[in-house]
Structures are given as C-alpha cells and as structure tokens.
C-alpha cells in the first residue's frame, strides 16, 4: 500500500501574506499570546473517525473519497494500514493531538472476545506511532450508536442485554485509552433518547443512563485513569429526543444523580446551533457552572437542520469561542478537536490537509483577536457598568440575602420613578467588529 501521505511536505507558518494553500497564514505553534505558546492554547486534535474514515457518502449518494487503505481485504491488516496513513499525516499537519473511537480504529468483531482482540492489536500500532511521532490522544470513546443493536440506544436501551453490551465495550474503550495516555474520555450518547413516549419509560432510561456513568466513575478509580470524564451534549439526530440536549440539560442530569464533580462537557459548535444556541452560549455556561472540559471544533450550516460538521472558517465565531475559553483559563486537559470532514466534492487526500489549515488558521486568528479583547477588558468593563446597581444599597442587600419581599416591597413604594440605562447593543457589537478588523 502507498502511504499517500508522504509525498506532501510539512505543514508550515508562512503568514497572513502567503499564497500556499499547504501552509499556515495564522497558526503558528510557536507564537506566545499571554503567556502561553498557540500550539499550548489551542492542542488541536485530529478526529480519526471524519479524517480517515469517511468516504463522502450521504443519505443520497455513495462515497467519493477512497483511501489507500481501503484495498487491503483483510480487516484488521487494513486497520493497521489506516493507523500508518494517519500518523503521517498528523505528523505532516503538525497536529499534536487524535481523537478516536474504538470502532475507527480496529473493526468490531462477531464476537466482544474477538472486538477486544482486534483493538489489542492495532493499539500496538498505535502505541508505537505515538511514540515514534511524539503525537498523543486527546481523548477516546466508544461508538454505541452505528451497529443496530442500539437502534433503541445503549445504557438507555429498554433491552438489559444492550446494556452489558455496552458496558463491556466501554470498559475495553476506557483501557485502551489509558493505555495509550489519553487526557480525556468522552461519552457521546449517540442514541441515548426516545422517538416516542408511547413505548418509552423516561424515568427508568435516564436512572439507567445514570447507573451507566455512575459504573464508569467507579471503573476510572479501579484502573487509576487520571483523565477527564466527558459528557457532549447534542440535541437530536439520530434520535428526536436525546437526553443530553445541551449544555444545561447535561449540568442538570449530572446534578440531579450527584454525578457533577466527576465530569466536564465537550461542546461541539454544530451541536450548540441544532439546539437553536449559539457556540458562545454553550461554552460560556459550562464556564460559569465550571463545567467546561474540551471543545468539538466545527461549524454547521444555519440553513440545513442536521449536523453537517464541516470545518470551522468563522472568525466572528472563533473569536467568540475563544473569548470564553481564554476567560476559563483554557481548557485543562481537554483540547481542540476537529471533528470535521471536507465536503463531499472534496475527495482527494490533499483536501484534507486543506481543511485542517483552515480550522487551525480560523482558531488562531480567534485566538489573537480574543486575547487583545481580554487584555483591553472593554466588554467585561462595560458589564460590570451595567450590572453595578447591584454593588451597593439595595442591590447590595439582594446579593447578599439580606432582605425578602417585605423590605423590597417596603423600598418599592419609596423609590419613585425608575431609570433604566441603555444596553449599547449595536455599539458593542461595531466595537466587536472594530477588534476582528483591526487584529
């Protein structure tokens, strides 16, 4: 098989007047923006699953993009073959980080026993790409939604045996990606919701779902996985009614069972905007609930209604995105990943290259922009104007619990008329457009 990969040259910063379609125009790893390096802010991540397994196909039309490997018959030589093709790239990206499930990486065998075979052996593939390459994982989860045995979900399956099912796939996901140094584990409940409450017992699937992480909290302590706990929120599709909605839905679940000091989300823009928010939204109310883990980096299209993942080109949004994070002091151990595929009509290996650098420019030019923002402190001055009723007097004393309805009533039929000052949305909002311009 030829490695396709090791014809193109290393990825490098050539800067915003560059002309090369296969360099940086923003991201350079180096560049120190606060205090900390690009490539230490933003730990871009590569998605094994969009990257190097997906073939462009739609509910519409076969795939168009076929990869070296795809000629190798045998499943598990294949998958070996795959994990050869991908560290190159990585490597030729300058990407210091991958992401996977465990069925990207080795193909699900007709047995768990034989499942568990097939990841032992690529992960010792992997094991030593990584340590050739000094690339290393973000994060690893397992894939509980594709096979049709979780057509009615997982751990939220009305059927016990999908169940164990699951849990035994997770236990093997969980291994491997200690194994293999992963900062992170996320859950993503591809299925994990209903389509009717016709046949549906709500209580029983969200305590199940419950009893689910709650098995995999005490399994992280049995084996000493020191990573972060992920949960991704998504709003629907597969499933009409998933439980994991958004950011809220995820902090209230994990509230509601005790479960919130175990884990953190990882928010995926095309996610937040399929729950009619904004990226900014879902990342500024996990930093406020101190819930912010780890960032899926993508963008949706506004005029289509499922999740299109395509890569992340908005600057206005970016910038926003990394407002938020810089405010909540980056992201910890989890990271930025792409879980993002080139469009359909873009099937040739090189466009994947293409819509790395895109990504990774946008992130950066965020990330330059947001931290002048921050340093100038104008927005945060301008809230902390309009909100300082509650600095003292009466204000003060609501803040503080120091007084209930009689006392704000008795204040109420005192104070005479009220005053309201204006919010300057269409100022900040020029002023917002002032910094991306000008930066």
């Known amino acids: 098989m030829e490695n396709v990969f090791e014809k193109?040259?290393?990825?490098?910063?050539?800067?915003?007047?560059s002309n090369n379609p296969l360099a940086f125009k923003y991201y350079n790893p180096e560049e120190e923006i606060a205090g900390k390096t690009m490539e230490d802010h933003l730990k871009f991540s590569v998605a094994y699953w969009h990257t190097f397994s997906a073939t462009g196909d739609d509910p519409f039309g076969a795939g168009t993009r076929v990869y070296p490997w795809a000629e190798i018959s045998d499943p598990v030589e294949r998958a070996k073959a795959k994990a050869e093709g991908a560290f190159t790239f990585m490597e030729k990206l300058g990407a210091p980080y991958f992401c996977f499930h465990d069925r990207d990486i080795a193909p699900e065998g007709s047995t768990v026993k034989e499942s568990y075979a097939n990841l032992d052996a690529v992960v010792e593939v992997i094991e030593e790409k990584m340590s050739e390459t000094g690339i290393k994982l973000l994060w690893g989860t397992a894939n509980m939604?594709?096979?049709?045995?979780?057509?009615n979900g997982a751990a939220t399956s009305p059927n016990a045996d999908i169940f164990a099912f699951a849990a035994a796939q997770v236990k093997k996901a969980m291994e491997i990606t200690q194994?293999?140094?992963?900062?992170?584990?996320?859950?993503?409940?591809?299925?994990?919701?209903?389509?009717?409450?016709?046949?549906?017992?709500?209580?029983?699937?969200?305590?199940?779902?419950a009893r689910f992480l709650e098995m995999a909290v005490d399994y992280k302590e049995k084996i000493g996985f020191k990573g972060q706990l992920l949960i991704?929120?998504?709003?629907?599709?597969?499933?009409?009614?998933?439980?994991?909605?958004?950011?809220?839905?995820?902090?209230?679940?994990?509230?509601?069972?005790?479960?919130?000091?175990?884990?953190?989300?990882?928010?995926?823009?095309?996610?937040?905007?399929?729950?009619?928010?904004?990226?900014?939204?879902?990342?500024?109310?996990?930093?406020?609930?101190?819930?912010?883990?780890?960032?899926?980096?993508?963008?949706?299209?506004?005029?289509?209604?499922?999740?299109?993942?395509q890569f992340p080109t908005n600057i206005y949004v970016t910038t926003l995105a990394m407002y938020e994070i810089l405010k909540n002091d980056g992201l910890g151990s989890g990271g930025?990943?792409?879980?993002?595929?080139?469009?359909?009509?873009?099937?040739?290996?090189?466009?994947?290259?293409?819509?790395?650098i895109a990504g990774m420019d946008t992130f950066a030019k965020g990330l330059k922009i947001a931290s002048k923002m921050l340093a100038d402190n104008y927005f945060e001055d301008f809230i902390d104007e309009r909100y300082s009723s509650y600095k003292e007097g009466i204000g003060a004393k609501i803040v503080k619990q120091e007084i209930g309805f009689d006392g704000l009533a008795d204040y109420a039929l005192e104070m005479g008329?009220?005053?309201?000052?204006?919010?300057?949305?269409?100022?900040?909002?020029?002023?917002?457009?002032?910094?991306?311009?000008?930066n």
């Not at 939604?145 to 057509?151: D, S, V």
């Not at 479960?259 to 939204?281: R, S």
């Open 8 to 17: 193109f040259e290393k990825v490098k910063y050539e800067g915003p007047d």
């Open 145 to 151: 939604f594709t096979h049709p045995r979780f057509m």
């Open 179 to 209: 194994k293999l140094g992963g900062e992170n584990y996320v859950f993503w409940g591809g299925r994990e919701g209903y389509e009717t409450l016709l046949n549906t017992n709500m209580a029983l699937e969200q305590d199940n779902l």
């Open 232 to 309: 991704e929120p998504k709003p629907k599709e597969p499933t009409k009614h998933q439980y994991d909605f958004d950011v809220a839905n995820v902090v209230a679940f994990l509230r509601k069972y005790n479960l919130d000091k175990h884990f953190k989300v990882n928010i995926e823009a095309n996610h937040a905007t399929l729950a009619g928010h904004t990226f900014e939204h879902e990342l500024h109310y996990a930093r406020i609930n101190d819930m912010l883990g780890s960032v899926d980096a993508n963008q949706g299209d506004l005029l289509l209604g499922w999740d299109t993942d």
């Open 336 to 356: 930025l990943n792409f879980d993002a595929k080139v469009r359909r009509p873009s099937f040739e290996m090189k466009d994947l290259l293409h819509g790395h």
């Open 417 to 438: 008329s009220i005053k309201n000052s204006s919010g300057r949305q269409e100022v900040l909002e020029a002023k917002l457009n002032q910094y991306i311009l000008n």
